[in-house]
């Protein structure tokens, strides 16, 4: 099943042909902290094929979760691919074939063997830790 989460906004209206039984694809809208655990838990792979992003929240929470990640090659996923050891799938937005494929190698390496990953410390975002950093950036301008 390819599962979508989150805020029907841009584009949904272009996928509801796809969302059905018959084709496997089931669109759950907004879901809790907790619901989102779940998911992830159960989960062969987080699909972020994001066209422009200022962060990917998602992929943190796939990433605490340690499960793979695809992902498309904007600037902020790819920050974050390189910075946690280039665990991550990646493909270009404009080449379907290789997302089609990379969804394909899930899919079977699941069968064999669930795949987990460490992304590393994830500490640095941490609320806490981004609270503390923006407040020392401030401290600076304002001294």
Aim: proline share 4%; no cysteine; aromatic share 12%.
């Amino acid at each position: 099943k390819l599962v979508l989460v989150g805020k029907r906004a841009w584009g949904y209206s272009e996928l509801l042909p796809f969302i059905n039984e018959e084709s496997g694809v089931q669109a759950l809208g907004y879901l809790t902290d907790e619901q989102l655990v779940s998911l992830y838990r159960y989960t062969k792979a987080l699909v972020f094929p994001s066209i422009y992003e200022g962060f990917g929240i998602p992929i943190l929470e796939a990433m605490n979760q340690g499960i793979p990640i695809i992902i498309s090659n904007i600037p902020a996923s790819s920050e974050l691919h390189k910075a946690h050891g280039s665990q991550m799938f990646v493909f270009e937005l404009e080449d379907r074939g290789t997302l089609i494929d990379l969804l394909g190698q899930m899919e079977r390496k699941q069968e064999t063997t669930p795949l987990k990953f460490s992304y590393g410390d994830l500490s640095r975002y941490h609320y806490a830790n981004i609270a503390l950093q923006h407040r020392n950036i401030y401290e600076k301008i304002y001294s």
